[in-house]
């Protein structure tokens, strides 16, 4: 088995650390929520899971009452043993 040369792990360091770059934005981008607004008008919020949810603005406004929040916090609650959980 030939030995490397500095060069040739000076070398080998700078591409795994290139990858180690991409691989902890793509983890970033992965724990970190974002919205945009679809093409037809609605509100899309990305990183809650694989797929985008989208809703229209009167639906996040009925969504995100207080009332409403509080009633979806009761429900996780009271159904914890019956939920799966996504680490």
Do not use: C
């Amino acid at each position: 088995m030939a030995t490397a040369t500095a060069q040739q792990l000076q070398d080998k360091i700078a591409r795994l650390e290139a990858q180690n770059e991409i691989l902890q934005a793509k983890a970033t981008r992965a724990t970190t929520m974002s919205f945009k607004v679809s093409q037809k008008g609605a509100v899309s919020v990305y990183g809650l899971g694989r797929w985008p949810v989208t809703l229209y603005a009167s639906q996040w406004d009925r969504f995100l009452q207080q009332d409403n929040i509080e009633a979806l916090r009761d429900f996780v609650a009271d159904h914890r043993s019956e939920l799966s959980i996504k680490e």
